[in-house]
């Protein structure tokens, strides 16, 4: 499969702890977006990297929240602190940045926030 | 980017058509017209995007009127498996000074029944 990967798939943790996201992306896509999609609501978009630069951050991303993307390839999106609110599922999308750009998405990882 | 305008369900027997419709009635002359859906608790899957014309894909035709205000997704024999949320979005290419993000309303519940 050479689509966009994303691990776990779920991760349930207490309030407080910290939690780690991996994306990998499409093979030679240079863009890689998080986003984030709460019950009801189309996705929101975080953040999105060009190669391994982080170009744009949405006001969503607070301070607990870090992206990296440190070789250009896969992508972690970590936050620490964890509150309720942060329950959602979490997106990851990559695109070859160019015209178009369209963005193919990963499956999600479902976070729970007790 | 453009906002967009869907009902918020539609209803499709099995083998027939399904015709989504989206308002944009603001778009302007270097924005695409993307349709994603998402499956429940899966991440959105790409459909098909236009500019100008119609488009045909193995999935869907994507149909834009002359003046460009609106557009109609069409699913030429609905399944089961095509039951989902569907979203029209309009984003301007990347090097005509279009945004990075996708920006989701709340799409069309479609529900295919038997």
């Known amino acids: 499969d050479t689509g966009v990967s994303q691990n776990p798939r779920h991760k349930i943790t207490k309030r407080g702890q910290n939690v780690t996201f991996r994306c990998d992306p499409i093979?030679?896509?240079?863009?890689l977006y998080w986003y984030r999609q709460t019950l009801g609501q189309g996705p929101e978009f975080l953040t999105y990297f060009q190669n391994e630069a982080q170009l744009e951050k949405s006001r969503l991303l607070s301070d607990r929240f870090s992206a990296e993307r440190p070789k250009g390839s896969f992508s972690t999106l970590e936050i620490q602190r964890t509150e309720q609110g942060d329950s959602a599922m979490y997106l990851c999308?990559?695109?070859?940045?160019?015209?178009?750009?369209?963005?193919?998405f990963g499956p999600g990882t479902r976070l729970t926030v007790l | 980017d453009a906002k967009t305008t869907q009902p918020p369900s539609m209803d499709c027997a099995e083998g027939r058509a399904a015709n989504l419709p989206c308002n944009h009635s603001?778009?302007?002359?270097?924005?695409?017209v993307y349709w994603y859906r998402q499956i429940h608790s899966q991440g959105p899957q790409y459909i098909i995007h236009?500019?100008?014309n119609n488009e045909t894909n193995e999935m869907a035709s994507l149909i834009i009127t002359e003046d460009r205000k609106s557009s109609t997704l069409i699913l030429p024999h609905a399944t089961l498996r095509d039951t989902a949320v569907y979203y029209c979005?309009?984003?301007?290419?990347?090097?005509?000074?279009?945004?990075?993000?996708?920006?989701f309303g709340t799409g069309t519940q479609l529900k295919v029944e038997l």
């Open positions: 979005i309009v984003r301007a290419a990347i090097n005509r000074g279009g945004g990075n993000k996708l920006t």
């Open positions: 603001t778009i302007s002359g270097n924005e695409y």
């Open positions: 999308a990559s695109s070859l940045g160019l015209g178009p750009d369209t963005q193919y």
């Open positions: 236009g500019l100008k």
């Open positions: 093979s030679e896509h240079n863009r």
